[in-house]
Every structure is written in structure tokens, then in C-alpha cells.
């Protein structure tokens, strides 16, 4: 009977000792470690086009995302927050009178069917070559030092990528990762 009791209490502890909370992540400066993971500058995957775009997290888990693109440049701020080992981005809400694009739609229709969205719907913004980008709970997925953009539908152009690598600026003959 001891035996039992033994084996018993032997099962209960080893079944115990496996549960471990999801909210005891490490933190470093108040901000978890898997999220300060993501914290730096990260700049978009090349690809064939002239394009080129900035990814900004800080520690206080604000971002901005910026570039151009031939005759055009974007932009956007907003929060962003980890769920699991996961980034996700929403964008804020703008006042201003923008035309705007969903973030990861990089293909449009080019027949008389195409209409440019705006943040105000009767206003007609100052500068046509400017969009504000809209990131509504954009995932992303670290693999080694890229950042991956999950999908949520199927893309009309799936050939581009909107991925990101971490920013490193050269300062002499060093390496600077730290912006």
C-alpha cells in the first residue's frame, strides 16, 4: 500500500511540475523577453523593384513603419504587442486626410474598378503620392533574425514578400545593431 501512496504522489509531482504559467516570461526593463526580441529597427526584405521600407519597434511597444516605392511613399504608427511568439501590429487612427492601403495588399486591379480608399471619405487628400498603411492585427513570426508576415487570405501577387531583417548600421569597419 506505501508503494501506491509513493507511486502515486511520484505521478502527482512529475504532473505538476509541468504546469508552468504562461505569464512568468522573464523581463528585462519592464518589457517581457520574447517581446524585447523584436525591439530594434527592421528593414524590408529587397525585391526586385526599386522599394525600400523601416520597420521601428521600441521598448515601449509603439512603432512606425515607413518607405517608398518608385513615385510613391507610406507610412504608419500604432501599437504593437506579442501574443505567444508572435508580433502583432494595429496601426492608430489618423485625423488627417491620407489615401490608405492594407498592409501586405501590393497588387491592384488596373482597370476602371480601382478606387484609392481614404481616411476621411469626402476629402481629397494634399499629397496623392503619400498612403497611410493599415495594419490590422498584421502577424509575424521571428525565424532566426528575419521577421515573416503571416498571411490571413490569399494573395492576388503571393511573390512579394513583406518580411523584414534586422537594421544594422556600418560605423567604420563595426557593425551596429543596436539602433
Known amino acids: 500500500m506505501r508503494a501506491i501512496n509513493c507511486l ?6 512529475v ?6 504559467s504562461r505569464q512568468s516570461n522573464e523581463t528585462v526593463n519592464g518589457i517581457d523577453t520574447v517581446a524585447l526580441q523584436f525591439v530594434g529597427m527592421w528593414q524590408v526584405v529587397p525585391r526586385v523593384i526599386p522599394y525600400g521600407a523601416l520597420l521601428t519597434l521600441d521598448s515601449n511597444k509603439n512603432f512606425t513603419y515607413h518607405g517608398g516605392a518608385c513615385l510613391m511613399h ?4 500604432g501599437i504593437w504587442y506579442t501574443l505567444g511568439d508572435t508580433l502583432v501590429l ?7 486626410c491620407l489615401y490608405t492601403n492594407p498592409f501586405g495588399v501590393n497588387c491592384w486591379p488596373l482597370d476602371s474598378s480601382y478606387t484609392r480608399d481614404k481616411t476621411i471619405e469626402d476629402c481629397e487628400p494634399d499629397d496623392g503620392c503619400f498612403e497611410y498603411i493599415i495594419f490590422t492585427r498584421e502577424r509575424f513570426l ?22 523584414f531583417y534586422r537594421f544594422r548600421k556600418k560605423v567604420g569597419n563595426q557593425v551596429d545593431d543596436r539602433i
Open 15 to 20: 504532473i505538476l511540475s509541468g504546469c508552468e
Open 74 to 77: 507610406f507610412g504608419s504608427s
Open 142 to 163: 521571428l525565424i532566426n533574425d528575419t521577421i515573416f508576415h503571416v498571411r490571413r487570405a490569399e494573395s492576388p501577387c503571393p511573390q512579394v514578400k513583406d518580411n
Open 8 to 13: 502515486y504522489l511520484f505521478i502527482l509531482i
Open 90 to 96: 494595429n496601426s492608430h487612427d489618423t485625423s488627417a
